[in-house]
């Protein structure tokens, strides 16, 4: 299709999340002159922290910071199991937990971990002893001590690629299958972000609703519930007819964001839509130990599901909150 003579054109987003259209040029520089009348921020030109005010919190306004390092003292506990996990049951943390509780049900001792809370709204994450093992200060953290001198591990993609290799586990063997798993796994680890920090942000947590925001990510999240649900159409697993530490990684954010249990977006991302999206979640969910690692180091929700720590298998059937607090 030739250009028209004397008007450019190029492909933006429209205001209905994931449909884009042709506009004029010159209907953009009319949006965006609109916008900004609607938004009179002007970015200076250094910016510099502030304390936020009142109307400008979140949930995690008073934490956040735009330094690393330690905030304050603190050390780590350390149970008796080879392998000690700090992190909470947020999709990432969810990750490691399905995946540790999935080795032992392959009988892998070797996987047993004692798996402590950290509650990242009380910035536990910025104390220094989680700070050594992690640098980022974000969970889940792991502390392997099986071997001459404790290794640690950090960033959820790598401590399920780290298991996966250690036990000889939930990775395919076959070249072809096993780069089919890696690519989808880093492929959530680069994706995501744009749904937790983009869309779950600017949905759920903003202390304001910007239109352009919500719609620029939604657009985004559909986009890529659109890459699963068209792979999963021709596969029964992220890495073909194998369940693989692909599964594990995607399956905590998109599951959920599906069956709208993730920011309460169900309804508004149209979840249901993405009919083999909601096969596969539901096939995964079924899975024993997704059910067991669901329940580890969750500390929202209904109590009975709830394990803030986990330190012996009996803890599921002991130590949930609803028997807690009778």
Request: net charge neutral; hydrophobic share 35%; charged share 25%.
């Amino acid at each position: 299709m030739g250009a028209h003579p004397s008007v450019a054109v190029r492909l933006v987003e429209s205001h209905n999340p994931g449909i884009s259209r042709f506009r004029p040029y010159q209907q953009q520089e009319e949006d965006c002159k609109a916008m900004r009348s609607n938004h009179d921020y002007t970015p200076p030109r250094v910016w510099k922290w502030e304390e936020p005010s009142a109307e400008a919190e979140w949930r995690y306004s008073r934490i956040n910071r735009p330094i690393a390092g330690p905030t304050h003292d603190a050390e780590l506990p350390v149970g008796k199991h080879p392998l000690q996990l700090y992190s909470r049951a947020t999709p990432n943390g969810v990750k490691v937990t399905v995946m540790l509780e999935e080795l032992l049900a392959l009988g892998h001792s070797g996987a047993e971990y004692d798996a402590w809370l950290i509650d990242i709204g009380k910035g536990e994450q910025f104390g220094t002893g989680f700070v050594e093992m992690n640098p980022n200060s974000k969970i889940p953290a792991l502390m392997d001590r099986s071997g001459a001198k404790p290794r640690r591990v950090f960033e959820s993609g790598s401590i399920l690629l780290y298991l996966a290799e250690k036990f000889g586990a939930f990775l395919p063997t076959d070249l072809d299958k096993r780069t089919e798993a890696l690519n989808w796994l880093f492929w959530q680890m680069g994706s995501t972000p744009y749904v937790g920090g983009g869309f779950g942000h600017f949905y759920h947590y903003a202390p304001v609703k910007i239109e352009y925001a919500i719609n620029r990510f939604a657009m985004e999240a559909k986009r890529q519930l659109d890459v699963l649900n068209r792979h999963l159409k021709e596969h029964e697993y992220m890495a073909g007819d194998e369940y693989s530490i692909a599964d594990m990684a995607i399956w905590p954010w998109y599951g959920s964001l599906t069956q709208g249990t993730q920011y309460g977006a169900g309804e508004f991302l149209q979840g249901q839509e993405y009919a083999h999206v909601i096969r596969w979640t539901k096939a995964i969910a079924k899975r024993p130990a997704v059910k067991r690692g669901r329940m580890v180091n969750r500390a929202v929700g209904d109590p009975a599901q709830q394990l803030h720590e986990r330190h012996d298998a009996g803890d599921f059937d002991t130590k949930t909150q609803d028997k807690l607090t009778k």
